[in-house]
């Protein structure tokens, strides 16, 4: 079974590749590919959290493409030396549309995501490409919420 986890540069995309590791048996999975995708037209196109920044604190360095790779080559270490193959991409257009391309194109098993990445608001748009892959993916999709700490509070949020 080949895997399609799907980043956005959050905490949250890169715990979801963690909670894949916690469960399922490497020997099932053929192959796992790591997806990030730009939107062109959107004024923060993507935004790396969770791999190395290059420049000062609060600096940007590169390019949206670079730091969509970064953050793919961040979730890709996690399954570092844990079985599968791991393929890498990064794609242009709608994540929702392009994640369940990638799932069509790899003849994916799974689907992971995150809920609760980026939107303009955590209340109105929480999960929307979540909600979107879940709805169309042309497989099963593990939709990883973020963990609550105690009091209530999710990690990985600021």
Do not use: N
């Amino acid at each position: 079974m080949h895997v399609v986890v799907a980043t956005d540069g959050s905490p949250q995309s890169l715990a979801a590749a963690h909670h894949l590791t916690s469960f399922a048996d490497p020997r099932k999975i053929s192959g796992i590919s790591v997806v990030a995708v730009i939107r062109p037209l959107a004024s923060v196109a993507f935004a790396d959290e969770i791999s190395q920044p290059q420049g000062r604190a609060g600096e940007w360095t590169g390019s949206f493409r670079e730091a969509a790779q970064r953050a793919v080559d961040a979730v890709a270490a996690v399954f570092d030396d844990w079985g599968p193959e791991v393929h890498r991409q990064v794609r242009s257009g709608s994540p929702a549309a392009e994640i369940i391309e990638a799932a069509e194109e790899l003849d994916a098993g799974l689907v992971v995501v995150a809920a609760g990445g980026r939107g303009l608001s955590d209340v109105m748009l929480v999960g929307s490409t979540a909600q979107r892959v879940q709805h169309y993916a042309p497989c099963p999709v593990l939709v990883v919420r973020p963990a609550r700490e105690p009091g209530g509070t999710e990690r990985g949020r600021a």
